[in-house]
Nanobody, 126 residues
Framework: QVQLVETGGGLVQAGGSMRLVCAASGRTFSTYAMGWFRQGKGKEREFVAVITQSGTRQYYGDPVKGRITISRDNFKNKVYLQMNSLKPDDTGIYVC???????????????????WGQGTQVTVFS
């Protein structure tokens, strides 16, 4: 029902910034909590951020707290991930996901999400 497409990834120097965009298809975007996950080489998928359906609350994983901001625009069916002060350890494939909420806030586990994008590569060099 929902198709998610991430854009905005690429190569960035350590300390720099990058904004990722997730564009969603479908007619029920505002009914989903939207999250971002990432996976570095040889690592497990890691929770990055989640935002409520209305965009009024956000929650972040510890490694990115203070450096990343998630936001959404329900009129445009888009969710954003603003990343600042990037580190080499932030390197990985970033994926957006939509959750038909049935679990307790915050949704930070993969199994809580129903739709996934293909991801966009972010590479941070020092």
């Amino acid at each position: 029902q929902v198709q998610l497409v991430e854009t905005g990834g690429g190569l960035v120097q350590a300390g720099g910034s990058m904004r990722l965009v997730c564009a969603a298809s479908g007619r029920t975007f505002s009914t989903y909590a939207m999250g971002w996950f990432r996976q570095g080489k040889g690592k497990e998928r890691e929770f990055v951020a989640v935002i409520t359906q209305s965009g009024t609350r956000q929650y972040y994983g510890d490694p990115v707290k203070g450096r990343i901001t998630i936001s959404r625009d329900n009129f445009k069916n888009k969710v954003y991930l603003q990343m600042n002060s990037l580190k080499p350890d932030d390197t990985g494939i970033y994926v957006c996901a939509a959750a038909n909420v049935r679990s307790r806030w915050p949704q930070r586990f993969s199994y809580e999400y129903d739709y996934w994008g293909q991801g966009t590569q972010v590479t941070v060099f020092s």
